[in-house]
């Protein structure tokens, strides 16, 4: 009995091309690593460059175990394969719904860490150097009451010359920072949903596959056997 051939291979691509996506992942996470400053203040609210060479390496483990299991038409490594993708698919949907449900708790957990940082006059040079460049990329000033959380309003706070006029006022950014990271986190919300349900979707015809050829090679081997 012959395991079927189309399973074969369409398993064997979708884990070369998992694999590819793992690579890059890990690159893009190295490259942001050595070129990015970490930034004490959106490390709080932003995954840093470590967990995306994490996922890139797991990703690169899971797809080369998924290429060589059909390769081989090993049922070890096609078991261990699908168990992984069945993790990563439970863990993907419980982000999903836990982000869609919990945002208000999401908030409330950002505004804790971010109060950590205030008053920002007494914080570390790191700190306010990192808070300052917060202040120039969002067009903010301060971070959770506005320029009132300075005891000296730095120039970072200062309007440039492009900034729109709804956001300044007497010259100087009107919005706390915390406004604009709230902003910025729910106008991604939806995108980094969709990305996550894509990518479960993904993951079950993975698994859908794999379990196919996993039961292909079982028959095969019972026949061969018998």
């Known amino acids: 009995m012959a395991v079927n051939k189309c399973v074969k291979n369409l398993l064997f691509f979708f884990n070369l091309l998992f694999w590819v996506c793992g690579c890059v992942i890990l690159g893009v996470g190295i490259y942001l690593k050595v070129t990015k400053g970490g930034n004490k203040i959106t490390d709080q ?10 996922i ?102 200062k309007c440039n010359a492009t900034a729109p006029a709804n956001v300044c006022n007497s010259g100087i950014y009107k919005d706390p920072c915390y406004d604009k990271i709230i902003s910025y986190m729910k106008d991604n919300m939806a995108v980094a949903l969709g990305i996550a349900f894509a990518v479960a979707a993904i993951l079950l015809f993975g698994m859908v596959f794999s379990m196919m050829l996993y039961c292909q090679i079982g028959r095969k081997s019972a026949v061969d056997t018998a």
């Open 45 to 54: 609210y932003l995954p840093s460059f470590d967990l995306m060479i994490a």
């Open 56 to 157: 890139g390496v797991i990703i690169m483990v899971i797809g080369f175990l998924g290429c060589c299991g059909a390769y081989k038409e090993s049922r070890c490594m096609l078991l261990v394969f699908f168990i992984f993708l069945l993790l990563i698919f439970v863990l993907l949907l419980a982000a999903g719904i836990v982000a869609a449900v919990g945002g208000n708790t999401v908030k409330d957990w950002l505004k804790k860490k971010l109060e950590e940082f205030t008053p920002i006059s007494s914080q570390n040079p790191e700190v306010i150097a990192d808070m300052e460049k917060l202040q120039r990329e969002l067009m903010c000033c301060g971070l959770m009451k506005g320029p009132s959380d300075w005891t000296k309003i730095p120039d970072s706070c």
